[in-house]
């Protein structure tokens, strides 16, 4: 019976960097370059409140202004009042939420 091998997902930017390298022919510095622009777009687009920024497969990155509620301390259970603030928050796609809950 033939075993199926998984592949190695890297963790780390560094080996990220070498998988793009890898896959798409071209240098580490190159894939870095790429990839840090990506994320600059991405912060960017975010900061877009209405539209926020689209990657296209994986999900929607946006900003979103949480409003003010009542909560509670963990450690003495008394009721806290916690501020409204603005938060970052991704959205998964539906491809991506298909490709890892099946």
Known sequence: ???KKKEVVPTTKTGIMN???????ITKR????????LLDLAVKGAK????G??????????????????GRNPATGEQIKIKAK???????????????LG
């Open 1 to 3: 019976m033939a075993t």
């Open 19 to 25: 998988a793009i390298a890898e896959a798409a022919g």
């Open 30 to 37: 190159q894939a870095v370059t790429a990839y840090e622009r």
């Open 48 to 51: 877009q409140e209405e539209k």
């Open 53 to 70: 920024f689209t990657l296209p497969g994986l999900g929607k990155i946006k900003k979103i202004q949480r409003p003010a509620r009542m």
């Open 86 to 100: 603005k938060v970052v928050k991704l959205v998964a796609c539906k491809a991506l939420k298909d490709a890892v």
